[in-house]
């Protein structure tokens, strides 16, 4: 992503119509600056990656923009070289001033809404939820990891299913690890640094699930919910500079606490449900969350519909919610908030 902040724009990047395959074989590592080593970032077991066509032409818009292997950001030359770590945060001159966004978003903008929104899929249990949302007509939100859409093309489908069914696809980072202080990753195979991500990291983290997101229904997301549901200021920054809306959530199902216990069950998840219902009910609007991934959550979903009509919630999907973009402009001109 490029800013320039002096006037008049004087430069306009044609970006070449994006050729989505969607094969699962991951291509070589792309040459750091570009993307780190997929063995520096990645830990799980099966790291498979974009289609090597996208992340190639990801690698050389890069290039167009910054001449490739180019020398280290300088703060104060007016231009916010976010491929290389400049942000709101680290250099608020060249990256559109001061950061405004703190802390992700938890309501909607008008009162009454409702945001449901399903984490960590597409999962084998994504189409049978998305098939019952639509009977109700309940929209919907799922936050996809971007590698599951590349090790499966069933998965893929799945949350093309949920495209077309008219529910929002948002970004959940492409393997799920922690854009905190903590740096966890569930399902790893090798435990990572208790450190914050580095910047490199969570560059390709994000980059990667947009191009896996590109790839299935044409479209990149530029809404992101974070992994635990954590964030440092550091996180924060750049997914404000690189033109990205962050969304938490105000209503919880805890359905993760469940799993491998005799309680996941789906009267435990309406019933946790209606229990922080109690506490959340006070709230102007609201956005809830249960994952795709756990079956006898997606089962609760019909009594969990019933029981927030009844109290007169409006179902609408994050976009909505949150009076921005779902996705980032279709226009090969609209370079200003384009971060590949």
Same mark, same amino acid.
Request: with cysteine; charged share 15%; proline share 9%.
């Given at each position: ?11 306009? =990047? #044609?970006? &070449? $119509?994006?050729? +989505? ?9 792309? /040459?750091?600056? @570009? ?119 069933? =998965? #893929?489908? &799945? $949350?093309?299913? +949920? ?9 959940? /980072?492409?393997? @799920? ?122 089962? &609760? ?40």
């Amino acid at each position: 992503m490029i800013f320039l902040t002096w006037q008049p724009l004087a430069v306009v =990047l #044609a970006l &070449a $119509t994006w050729q +989505a395959t969607h094969g699962t074989a991951a291509p070589a590592d792309p /040459t750091p600056p @570009h993307f780190p080593p997929t063995s520096e970032w990645c830990y799980l077991s099966n790291c498979a990656q974009p289609p090597s066509e996208l992340i190639s032409h990801a690698v050389e818009l890069d290039r167009q923009m910054f001449g490739g292997d180019a020398a280290p950001p300088v703060c104060g030359d007016r231009i916010c070289n976010i491929q290389r770590g400049e942000t709101c945060l680290s250099c608020p001159s060249d990256c559109g001033g001061p950061c405004r966004s703190t802390q992700p978003l938890v309501q909607c903008v008008t009162p009454g809404q409702m945001g449901l929104t399903f984490d960590d899929g597409s999962s084998p249990f994504t189409t049978e939820l998305v098939r019952t949302l639509n009977r109700l007509e309940v929209p919907a939100s799922f936050f996809v990891l971007g590698v599951n859409l590349q090790r499966d093309p069933a =998965l #893929a489908n &799945a $949350t093309r299913f +949920a495209y077309e069914s008219g529910h929002l696809i948002g970004s959940h /980072t492409y393997t @799920h690890r922690s854009m905190g202080d903590s740096g966890i990753v569930q399902f790893s195979v090798r435990p990572p640094p208790r450190a914050p991500m580095p910047f490199s990291h969570l560059r390709t983290e994000l980059l990667f699930t947009d191009l896996s997101v590109y790839s299935v229904i044409g479209r990149r997301p530029r809404i992101v919910r974070p992994p635990y549901l954590e964030f440092n200021a550091a996180s924060m920054a750049f997914l404000e500079t690189a033109g990205y809306s962050v969304v938490n959530i105000n209503l919880d199902t805890f359905d993760w606490r469940f799993n491998q216990t005799a309680e996941a069950t789906p009267q435990r998840v309406l019933a946790e449900l209606q229990t922080q219902w109690e506490t959340a009910k006070s709230q102007p609007s609201w956005i809830h969350l249960q994952h795709d991934t756990l079956g006898y959550s997606t089962a &609760a979903i019909r009594e969990i519909v019933s029981f927030l009509r009844a109290r007169d919630v409006r179902f609408v999907t994050m976009d909505k919610c949150l009076g921005v973009d779902a996705y980032r402009g279709a226009s090969p001109f609209l370079f200003l908030l384009l971060h590949v």
